[in-house]
């Protein structure tokens, strides 16, 4: 089993450029196209939020624009970035997988893969960039792992519930990380807990396993700065490669090192 993680998109309207020059139809398009041509080709393509910039409906119309030219399995959770109402009506009837029960929040469940694919949903209120997660959205992940009876399963998030030494963004991850601890310590079956938000490549031991952040397709966060005025960082597009071998998890990091020379070096005149 092969899951290409890509989070953190932005995706915004047609035609519009974002800070540093980054162009999100043209940076998701080029990570998409690299994955689409991967042999073997994954079997499911996992989107952990920030889907769009502003939550609008259309830029969710652009993104489903966007990746609807591959012919790929595809499923979605929000980031902070995203409106869940708009998120929720425009995915509902596409092709990119989401909520079953959207009661729960959109939280999603694939079970017809070798291993259990769990995406929570962390958006708190909207419009604030940390995350958590409720009782009942816990009670959703308790619940699916135990009917899992031992089956490996992998937990999809976009805030992580570790501190990555990011100060700017280790404020704006999961609040409160204990309970989602409990859980995961209480099924060793989960091979690892794999998220986004953060837009670099990270890893660190939580609860009985491991906490992964997928790079971003967007722009990187700067490495250890104290301030969130701090610049961002123009990095390569990138994704991860998750696959499922008889001893475990192995990721594989992958940047298209020859997009970013492709980009404007200024936002061009308005």
Known sequence: MLIAQVTDPH???PGTILFGGYDPAA???AVLTRIARLDPRPDLVFFTGDLTENGRPEEYAHFLGLV???DMPMAAIPGNHDRRDAFAEALSDSPVRMAGDPSLGL???VEDLPALILGLDTLAL???PSGELSPERLSWLAAR???AAGRPAIVFMHHPPIVTGIEAMDIWRLRDPEP???IIRAFPNVLRVCCGHVHRAVAAPFAGTVCG???SVAWAVPLFEPAIRAPLVRQAPGFQLHLLTPDGLVTHTEFLSDFDDRLPRARPPA
């Open 126 to 128: 909207e419009g604030d």
């Open 107 to 109: 939280q999603v469940a």
């Open 145 to 147: 792992l135990d009917a």
């Open 68 to 70: 609807g030219g591959f």
């Open 213 to 215: 952040v997928c790079p």
């Open 11 to 13: 995706v915004s309207l």
């Open 27 to 29: 940076a998701l398009t």
């Open 180 to 182: 989602l601890a409990a």
